[in-house]
Nanobody, 124 residues
Framework: QVQLVESGGGLVQAGGSVRLSCAASGRPFSWYAVGWFRQAPGKEREFAAAITSGGGSTSYADSVKGRFTISRDNANNMVYLQMNSLKPEDTAVYYC?????????????????WGQGTQVTVSS
């Protein structure tokens, strides 16, 4: 089992920045890839970013590419999502998740461990 806890969300103005953190406990965290997903009110959950277990490969949704950066610190069991140039359409609950794999997937159904989510609200 892996337990994931997100933090760092809040209210930010458009154009601002926020860094989300995902703290992991349980099985060796470095075994697993990690993804960040988000769900806006009335919309389906969508992929935002992901990183392989060793951190050597990352991927981003087109909507966040160039503005968001995912990183991880396996020594401290942490994953981060740096979010810059935020837009009102980035408003959502953000979840970190891990599949039982060292490689990431773009599909939420492939992820078995999920955090409780953290709200990010971007005001215009």
């Amino acid at each position: 089992q892996v337990q994931l806890v997100e933090s760092g969300g809040g209210l930010v103005q458009a154009g601002g920045s926020v860094r989300l953190s995902c703290a992991a406990s349980g099985r060796p965290f470095s075994w697993y890839a990690v993804g960040w997903f988000r769900q806006a009110p009335g919309k389906e959950r969508e992929f935002a970013a992901a990183i392989t277990s060793g951190g050597g490969s990352t991927s981003y949704a087109d909507s966040v590419k160039g503005r968001f950066t995912i990183s991880r610190d396996n020594a401290n069991n942490m994953v981060y999502l740096q979010m810059n140039s935020l837009k009102p359409e980035d408003t959502a609950v953000y979840y970190c998740a891990a599949p039982r794999s060292a490689r990431y997937s773009y599909t939420g159904a492939d992820y078995v461990y999920w955090g409780q989510g953290t709200q990010v609200t971007v005001s215009s």
